[in-house]
């Protein structure tokens, strides 16, 4: 098997590269590391990643993170299903999405909710976290938007924006219905009330799966 993958379970970032692989077809040697026992700290996996971050990719000889990245690096070896659009212009808008995605939708969900309330960090960052999840209803009411108009993300095609946002969202949605979540009263427990094209979204990308 040429593919060795390093992850830790509920990494939204090492999620995204399992997906992509998946959809791909591609078969891979699993490495779960297990953050507390440090294992992605170890001078074996610093020399992977000098980082001690996952998701990491080896292919033989050759080491990649860094997940939007890995998802590159794969669809150059093996482009089909396409990812990353199949013209120019496509290739450019499943970018454009990527990054909006990455750089914002992730801070203000991922980082200022998900993370803080899945550590136990309500009490103290009570505050915080309620404008972090005010900027969350922003960037999700964006994207429930775009998918007014159109099936995936960045068009007709499931591409690699869509990976790149379902671990954001999935992790939300889970974290959004947890008693402190509902305590803070952040507004994310009726998810796919508030948010139905996200749902159908998730619902379509996922077979029916998403658990909405
Ligand atoms: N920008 C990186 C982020 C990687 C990252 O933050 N990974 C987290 C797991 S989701 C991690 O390894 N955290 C452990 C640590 O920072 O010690 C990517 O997209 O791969």
Redesign the pocket.
Known sequence: MAYELYW?SG????W?VMLAMELKGLAYESHRLD?GKRE??TPEFLALNPR????VLRDGDFVI????AILAYLEQKHPKPALFGATPEEAGHVWQRTFEVMNYARDAVSNGVVRPLIRGEAAQSSESIKTSAVEAHGELQWVDDILADVPYLAGDQFSAADVSYMPIVQGLIRAGRGDDAVRLALGFDDFGGRYANIARWLARSTGGHAGL
Do not use: A, L, Q, T
């Open positions: 830790i990494s939204p970032n090492s995204r953050p992605h700290k001690g971050k996952v998701p993170f860094e997940s939007i």
